[in-house]
C-alpha cells in the first residue's frame, strides 16, 4: 500500500489509502465519529497513528508561510507565576513578530495532550510545554511531526529536548535554611503531589537543608500535600493542621498562592505572624511585597525562564540546551525569629 514520503506530512487521503476507506469516511471519524462503525473506525484510527497524521485546519496559511504563532501549555495560567512566565515569552516573540496562544493542563496529561494536537492542527510553528509527566515521548513525537518543543520550567528528562527551568532543589534548601537560621526547629511545609517535579525537588532541597543542619526530617518536618495549589488548598491546609493539634512555629509554602491561604487562616484564627508563626513563599509574585504581612518568598526569574525558552524556540539551534536558573530568597516580615 502506499505511503507518504517521509519528508512530508501525511494528508486526509495518505490515511484513506492505507485505512482502505474513503476520504469522506476518514472525515467523518475525525468530526462525526458517532456515523462510523466502530470495526471501520479503529482501521481510521490505526491509520492515523501508524502515519502520524495531524489535521491541518491551518493548511493554506502554512503553504503561504504566514502562520507566524507559537503555543504554550502551562499548569494554570491564572497563577501569577505563569502569568509572568508568559508576558516573559510574549516580549520575546514580539521583537520577531510571532503571536502567543495559552492553554493550562491543569497537570492532567489528557488535557496537555489535547491541547498539543489542537496546536499541531493550528500551524504553530513550535510549542513550548510545562510537562505534566517525565514521560515525554508524546513530546518527542511531536517535535518528529516538524513542530518545535521546548520544555519550560522542568530539566528535561531527554537530553535532546531543550529545555529551561530553575533549580527548585536549591530554593527549598533556601527556604528552609532561612527558617532554620531563625531559630525554627518544627517547620510545616504545605507541598503539592510529588508527581509534580517542582513539588519533588523542593521537599529533596528542604530536607537536604535540615540534614545539613543536623536535624532529623521525620521529626522536623510536617509535610502536607495541598491538592489546589491556590490560596483556598493553603486555607484548607493550614486549617487541617491547626486542628491536629500539632502547630510547627515555621510553615513554609510550595507556592505564594498557597500562603496568601495560609495568612488569611492564621489572621482569622489570631495567630500573629511572625511572632506565632512565621510563613515564608515561594515564587515571589508582585503581591508577595504588598501584602500588609509582607511575604518573604523564594523568588524564580519568571520573566527571564519566558525569555530564554521562547528564545530556545525560536533558535532553533541544532544542539538541545539545558539552561538552569538559580532562585534567590527575599526576607520580609512575615519570617522571624522564634
Known sequence: MTRPAA?????????????????????????????VLPGTRERVE????????VRNGSARQLRAGTITTIGAIVLDIANPFFTDVARGIEERLDRDNFTLMVASS???????????????????????????????????????????VVLLD??????????????????????????????????????????????????????????????????????????????EGGEAAIRGLLESGDQPTAVFCVNDLVALGVLRTLRTENIAVPTDMAVVGYD???FAAELSTPLTSVRQPTHELGVRAADLLLTGADTAEHVMFQPTLVVRGSSAAA
Open 46 to 53: 490505526a491509520a492515523i497513528a501508524e502515519l502520524s497524521f
Open 154 to 231: 522542568r530539566p528535561s528528562p531527554d537530553p535532546s529536548l531543550s529545555s529551561v527551568a530553575v533549580d527548585d532543589v536549591r530554593g527549598g534548601e533556601l527556604a528552609a535554611r532561612h527558617l532554620l537560621d531563625q531559630g525554627h526547629t518544627r517547620i510545616a511545609f504545605l507541598n503539592g503531589p510529588h508527581t509534580i517535579r517542582q513539588c519533588a525537588d523542593r521537599h529533596e532541597g528542604v530536607v537536604k537543608a535540615l540534614v545539613a543542619a543536623g536535624l532529623d526530617p521525620e521529626q522536623a518536618l510536617t509535610e502536607t500535600t495541598v491538592t489546589s495549589l491556590n490560596a
Open 106 to 148: 491543569d497537570d492532567d496529561l489528557g488535557r496537555e495532550q489535547r491541547y498539543l494536537r489542537l496546536f499541531e492542527e493550528h500551524g504553530v510553528q513550535g510549542i513550548m510545554v510545562v510537562p505534566t509527566t517525565d514521560e515525554i515521548e508524546h513530546l518527542l513525537a511531536v517535535r518528529r511531526r516538524g513542530t518545535g
Open 284 to 286: 515571589d509574585v508582585a
Open 7 to 35: 519528508h512530508r506530512r501525511a494528508s486526509i487521503a495518505d490515511v484513506a489509502r492505507t485505512a482502505g476507506v474513503s476520504v469522506g469516511t476518514v472525515s467523518n471519524v475525525l468530526n462525526r465519529p458517532d456515523r
